[in-house]
């Protein structure tokens, strides 16, 4: 593995002690820590270019304009895009898998119809679509997760049955929140587009940590959020075909997002703005725009590296505990950068709380994955999550802190 233990020095709230110990920060499959450069950035902005966009015609809002555009023309080009005009700015992955269920969802879905889903989704992108299934009549089906024998991985066997003709969407994780699986999106997209189905990738757990190719996936949507990814809170992003985009209806009205309006009716712009009503969170794209700076000018492909090779040698060490049940895959190369276990004889819960008292900060409870807990027979796991600050030192004070949580129960 190659250390990038120099970035550590980049991200300030690790520069910080909890109780007596330094913090470990293993909880970045929930949130990242944020580079001095995006914190900049987010400064600069407010400090110098603070204005409302698109409408103003006076130096600071024609600035704060460039700031925005330039970042979605970035947002394009780190997911390699045809058009900018395809990445419409959200609140996160939550919002963007909302935006397409009820636009796209409503003004398409109909009584017969499927919606194709995993059982490893995260709430976000499973909720959405039992909410227009109810409304519309649609219905919907799982692909399985395989027993712990396949590692947990998706029933790929059991997909040819599921994805008939009727299926009109495939909505799909690139990385399981919880397993850690890396599901192969590229065949799933083929898969689905032979028989007519689009698709819709939640890529949360992987934008930051790997490179992504739309155009290479070949996938119809694709949801993140900035937050897991070095950018601030707040911002996330819709990626859509453009003519799908442009033949949706809008899901929120106001301004910014129409041609004209008159007292009964309305006419609205194309793609991206019908879909960006009222003030967009300008600071947040600008701090996005320098958080794929940050991590492009280190390399996608080195942090995947990085990533997986930590939580290979967290999942060998975990190995080694008593009385644990480790979720996911044995191989490096069908896991992300989290592993998440339970403990026959300490409730998850104890064990982030135990842990916080030595400096580690974990993830613990059921991660969004009711559906899954309750198909494993869990209620909770613990997750150590990484990314490119950590270091192996960290894995082995995360083995420690275990070990006395251990001895504390009698384990």
């Not at 600035?63 to 900018?84: H, L």
């Not at 879905?109 to 989704?121: K, N, P």
């Not at 790997?210 to 996330?236: N, Q, Y």
């Not at 996911?328 to 339970?342: D, H, I, M, T, Y």
Request: proline share 5%.
């Amino acid at each position: 593995m190659t250390s990038l233990a120099h970035t550590r020095a980049d991200f300030p709230a690790l520069n910080q002690n909890v109780g007596a110990h330094p913090l470990v920060y293993l909880d970045n499959a929930a949130t990242s820590q944020k580079p001095r450069a995006v914190i900049d950035a987010i400064s600069r902005y407010y400090e110098r270019d603070n204005s409302n966009v698109h409408r103003g015609l006076h130096a600071l809002s024609m600035r704060s304009t460039d700031g925005y555009e330039a970042a979605r023309k970035r947002t394009a080009q780190f997911i390699n895009a045809a058009d900018p005009a395809e990445i419409i700015f959200t609140r996160g992955t939550t919002e963007s898998v909302n935006l397409v269920a009820q636009s796209w969802g409503a003004a398409n879905l109909r009584a017969g119809d499927v919606i194709l889903l995993t059982e490893m989704e995260h709430h976000s992108n499973l909720v959405p679509w039992q909410q227009i299934a109810q409304r519309t009549g649609a219905t919907l089906r799982y692909v399985p997760v395989a027993g712990e024998n396949a590692q947990h991985g998706l029933d790929l066997d059991a997909l040819d049955k599921l994805l008939t003709p009727e299926v009109k969407l495939f909505a799909f994780t690139h990385i399981s929140n919880t397993l850690g699986v890396i599901n192969p999106v590229a065949e799933l997209c083929a898969r689905a587009k032979k028989v007519g189905a689009l698709t819709l990738v939640d890529a949360a757990q992987s934008i930051g940590h790997e490179p992504l190719d739309v155009r290479a996936l070949d996938c119809d949507f694709l949801a993140f959020s900035g937050h897991k990814m070095c950018g601030p809170t707040g911002i996330g992003v819709l990626y859509g075909r453009r003519a799908l985009l442009d033949a949706m209806p809008p899901w929120q009205g106001g301004g910014g997002m129409i041609t004209s309006v008159e007292y009964f009716n309305t006419t609205y712009k194309p793609s991206p703005e019908r879909y960006e009503a009222g003030t967009p969170d300008v600071s947040g794209a600008i701090g996005l725009h320098a958080a794929m700076d940050y991590l492009d000018a280190i390399g996608r492909p080195l942090i995947a590296g990085h990533d997986n090779s930590l939580a290979a040698q967290a999942r060998a060490a975990l190995a080694e505990l008593p009385g644990i049940r480790i979720l996911g895959p044995e191989q490096n190369s069908k896991r992300g950068g989290l592993v998440s276990f339970a403990f026959n004889e300490v409730h998850a819960h104890d064990v982030v709380t135990f842990a916080d008292q030595d400096g580690v900060a974990l993830r613990g409870g059921h991660h969004c994955n009711q559906p899954l807990m309750r198909k494993l027979g869990l209620s909770s796991t613990t997750r150590a999550s990484f990314y490119i600050y950590n270091t192996p030192e960290e894995i082995d004070a995360l083995i420690k802190s275990l070990h006395k949580i251990l001895k504390f129960f009698g384990s």
